[in-house]
């Protein structure tokens, strides 16, 4: 695998300040070559060779200028020479480089990116609609520049599959307490999500920072059918709580009422009794009293 690795490079300002000083001198001493040295006439050899020279230095020295490259903040510039990796300048301002080499943009700063909602089943073999958003940014240029074809493409085609297969292994809501479900546990999914698309990623110099679920709900053809379970689940539950909160209440007014004698009532009219106050306390209306004109049994 192709590593990442520092670049040698010089400070961009001086050393454009010395190229500049080099064409000027030059293009001066071919200026004053051409007038004095180069007159009419029979051009010696010597002259020939010493203007290709100065022609050549003055070339050279503006093929030199081209090494000049400038590195904004979060950006990094990987370089390659004749068709091999060179090395990576991450350091921000102009540089001076090898002039030869081909200089590649990468961004290193923070992304995100939020897949398009996913049909999939769920553990439970229920049919849900799916979304989550990965925040990420570039740790190794050459791996992502080199490792794979196109590395945000890499990333969202890994993403959606370890997406599908998180929801598989989960389901919408936990049945059984202490299961991980996708809706109640946000955050060990989201940790899972993470886990899962960073090791897919590794190989492309690519770091996960942040991964969590953006949407989740069961698809259309049976939102209506969940609905009304989620909707019987909490009638039930809120029912649950009701009774067990009314059974205390009709055990502590029996008990208060045995322990200061205010009445003293048989198995019958305990029976009747706790049969009224739970039909008070549990009722969904309000309920109409009966006074009793006559005794206790009649």
């Given amino acids: 695998m192709i590593k990442e690795r520092s670049v040698r490079s010089v ?8 190229l500049l000083g080099l064409v000027v001198i030059l293009a001066g001493a071919l200026s004053w070559y051409v007038s004095n040295v180069m007159g009419p006439g029979d051009l010696g050899a010597l002259r020939v060779v010493g203007l290709a020279a100065l022609v050549a230095l003055l070339f050279a020295v503006l093929v030199a200028l081209n090494g000049l490259t ?14 091999n990796y060179y090395g990576t300048l991450r350091a921000q ?20 990116f939020e ?25 190794d240029t050459a791996e992502a520049l080199f ?8 990333l969202h085609v890994q993403t959606e599959a370890a997406l ?7 389901p919408y809501d936990a049945h059984v307490e202490g299961d991980i479900a996708l809706r109640s546990n946000p955050q060990e999914i989201g940790n899972e999500l993470r886990a899962e698309v960073q090791a897919r990623l590794e190989k492309a110099g690519i770091e996960v920072l942040e991964a969590r679920i953006s949407h989740l709900a069961y698809a259309p053809e049976i939102a209506n059918a969940m609905l009304r379970r989620q909707q019987a689940t909490a009638v039930v539950a809120a029912r649950a709580k009701i009774v067990e909160g009314a059974v205390g209440m009709v055990e502590m007014a029996l008990e208060a009422l045995s322990a200061k004698h205010v009445v003293e009532l048989d198995q019958d009219r305990k029976a009747q009794m706790v049969s009224n106050l739970l039909v008070v306390l549990c009722s969904e209306h309000e309920t109409q009293p009966i006074v009793n004109a006559g005794t206790l049994y009649s």
């Fill in 164 to 170: 599908r297969g998180l929801a598989t292994t989960h």
């Fill in 115 to 139: 897949c398009s909602q996913l049909k999939v089943n769920d553990h439970d073999g229920n049919p849900i609609a799916i979304a989550a958003v990965v925040v990420w940014r570039v740790t």
């Fill in 70 to 83: 400038i590195v904004h903040p979060n950006e990094a510039r990987a370089l390659i020479l004749f068709g």
């Fill in 11 to 18: 400070p961009g300002i001086p050393a454009f300040l010395f």
């Fill in 147 to 154: 490792e794979v074809d196109d590395y945000e493409n890499f």
């Fill in 93 to 112: 301002g102009p540089w001076w480089v090898n002039p030869f080499t081909e200089r590649r943009r990468i961004s290193v700063k923070i992304r995100n």
